[in-house]
């Protein structure tokens, strides 16, 4: 997974509460995106980043915040998670317009 | 709005044969195109990147652009029933994000 990890890898929470992921890389780059897999819906970007808190909205921001205080972590918050916020959520790094790695994904439940 | 269209499939082939998976991409702007292989329950893996009209191989893959038609194709010799899995296409341009079609499940059937 060209050193990313995400945790947790499997969540399970209720309505209403705040849940935040993590994604980390040891490679150094300059971009990180969180995207949100869904059946139907492929691949969707939610967030991403270009650099030390530097953060921009990506197609289905709404319900989600991001921060990245360093290079290597890029944090993912539901704020007060909602039933359409279950999903898987992968963590990629990438270079900007060139490739993009993908870290293991989180399973997220949201009952 | 960039979109990226692919069959969903399923695509069937036998062991041994071409899988010819085809994408289709809305905008003149993207100039990054990129195959993804996803198994089911992990995580996409990149498997091919094109930048240029033509074609490019490695290994058992190729991959082919065609900016004027908006066309991206990937080739798959030889299929192995270990090639089973999603193939997500995406397209892209340096300083813009992605976009990703919604992904063709290919069958290798042995």
């Known amino acids: 997974d060209a050193g990313i990890t995400q945790s947790p890898r499997h969540k399970v929470t209720e309505t209403g509460t705040p849940v935040t992921l993590r994604c980390h890389q040891t490679e150094n780059h300059r971009y990180m995106y969180w995207y949100r897999q869904d059946p139907g819906h492929g691949l969707r970007l939610i967030h991403y980043?270009?650099?030390?808190?530097?953060?921009d909205k990506g197609e289905v921001s709404d319900g989600y915040s991001v921060s990245r205080s360093k290079t290597e972590d890029f944090l993912l918050t539901l704020e007060s998670a909602t039933s359409s916020q279950t999903s898987v959520y992968f963590c990629?790094?990438?270079?900007?317009?060139?490739?993009?790695?993908f870290g293991p994904g989180t399973r997220l439940t949201v009952t | 709005q960039k979109e990226v269209e692919q069959n969903s499939g399923p695509l069937s082939v036998p062991e041994g044969a071409i899988a010819s998976l085809n994408c289709t991409y809305s905008d003149r702007v993207s100039q990054s195109f990129f195959w993804y292989r996803q198994y089911s329950g992990k995580s996409p893996e990149l498997i091919m990147s094109?930048?240029?009209?033509g074609d490019k191989e490695d290994g058992r893959f190729t991959a082919q652009l065609n900016k004027a038609s908006q066309y991206v194709s990937l080739l798959i010799r030889d299929s192995q029933p270990s090639d089973s899995a999603t193939y997500l296409c995406a397209g892209g341009n340096y300083g813009q994000n992605f976009v990703f079609g919604p992904g063709t499940r290919l069958s290798v059937l042995p």
């Open positions: 990629a790094i990438g270079a900007g317009g060139y490739e993009q790695y």
């Open positions: 980043s270009y650099g030390v808190k530097d953060t």
């Open positions: 094109i930048y240029s009209n």
